[in-house]
């Protein structure tokens, strides 16, 4: 996703640019702050226009790229990430590339995280959610991108 402008929705949540039409129509922001703690709402593992890539790791890839793209409108990056839960379809037949994958944005120390198998996910199309919290000790609430 892009890491566009952000629009404000109440004082605690985060609604980026790209994921303002998705808030529209569900409610469901793609974060919300509490206190210093932030909780990312899953992101899939769509292109910036929408689409999902037919290979699994490329979803996998995406879905951390569009997580990099919430954290950052919060004013977060992945390095004040301290728990996942990611949410597969094929869960084991991610595991030769998920840890790989993943090491292209997570630094040490690394988050918690608890991967899970199920049987679907809200966009037919994907493979994986991912879901996250992260800690940003000193946040100024309403700071700038902040949404909060």
């Known amino acids: 996703m892009p890491s566009g402008g952000m629009e404000r929705i109440g004082q605690d949540a985060v609604v980026p640019s790209d994921w303002t039409n998705f808030y529209q129509e569900t409610c469901i922001p793609a974060a919300v702050w509490a206190g210093d703690t932030l909780r990312v709402s899953s992101h899939a593992g769509e292109s910036p226009d929408d689409v999902f890539p037919e290979d699994p790791e ?3 890839r995406g879905a951390f790229r569009n997580i990099a793209s919430t954290l950052g409108a919060a004013g977060a990056s992945w390095s004040d990430v301290v728990e996942i839960n990611s949410y597969h379809v094929g869960l084991r037949g991610h595991a030769d590339f998920l840890l790989r994958v ?4 997570l630094e040490p ?3 918690a995280w608890t991967p899970v198998g199920v049987t679907e996910l809200w966009p037919p199309e994907a493979v994986i959610e991912i879901r996250c919290v992260a800690v940003v000790p000193n946040r100024i609430p ?4 902040q949404g909060g």
């Not at 309403?142 to 991108?145: A, I, L, S, V």
């Open 102 to 105: 993943a090491g292209e944005f």
């Open 109 to 111: 120390p690394y988050p």
């Open 142 to 145: 309403n700071g700038p991108d």
């Open 58 to 60: 490329e979803q996998v």
